[in-house]
Each structure stands twice: as structure tokens, then as C-alpha cells.
């Protein structure tokens, strides 16, 4: 397991493959093997604004000039998520809410 630093894009592997804020670690069932297994906890994006969605301002696509919105948190196994290699920006305000869930390595 590496050291992830909290919050990254990610990009789904599953369904519609956009991207998503992962912002934390969690054991998560996976539903094929039926047992807990290693995941993140991320926040898909979307275009479609809703009242519990949460804007992020600045977008973080620089070629995308439509708002986008974070859904609410979820979970999913690690397979399922991988770091997103486009040029995405990370919000100053999304770094500071989420830098809190970065765990201390003792050495």
C-alpha cells in the first residue's frame, strides 16, 4: 500500500469513467469477492447541479468551461479508482478541507 496524499483526482474505472475527488482511505465491501477490502472514499463529479451538490469553484478542468459539482461521499474497492493523469487544478479550499484525513507516518 503507498502513502496517498489527500484530496487527488481520480477517474472511475466503472460506468461513465469521469473524474472524482478521492479524499480519504476506507475498508470497503467488495460486492464480487464478498469480503472487506482496501478502498477510497471519493466524491464523483458531475454537470448536473442538484441542491446537496457541492460547486467547485474554480472548475478544475481548464478546457471545461461549464460549473461543476462534487455528489455526495462514497465509497468504492481501490481497483476501481485510478489517479486521473489529465491537468486537473485542486482548489485551495478542497486542500484545506480535506488535508485533515492525511494520516501521520511515525518514523
Known amino acids: 500500500m503507498h502513502d496517498e ?11 461513465k469513467r469521469r473524474p472524482t475527488l478521492v ?3 476506507s475498508e470497503v465491501l467488495d460486492k464480487k469477492k464478498k469480503k472487506m477490502v482496501p478502498g477510497y472514499v471519493h466524491r464523483e463529479t458531475t454537470h448536473t447541479e442538484k441542491k446537496d451538490y457541492e460547486v ?7 478546457n471545461d468551461n461549464k460549473p461543476m459539482y462534487l455528489k455526495r461521499p462514497s465509497k468504492l474497492p481501490k481497483n476501481l479508482i485510478k489517479k486521473l493523469d489529465q491537468n486537473f ?9 480535506y488535508d485533515k484525513n492525511n494520516k501521520k507516518i511515525k518514523k
Open 5 to 15: 496524499k489527500f484530496p487527488f483526482w481520480g477517474r472511475l474505472k466503472i460506468g
Open 23 to 25: 479524499i480519504d482511505n
Open 56 to 62: 467547485i469553484n474554480p472548475n478544475p478542468d481548464p
Open 89 to 97: 487544478n485542486m482548489p485551495s479550499y478542497l486542500i484545506e478541507k
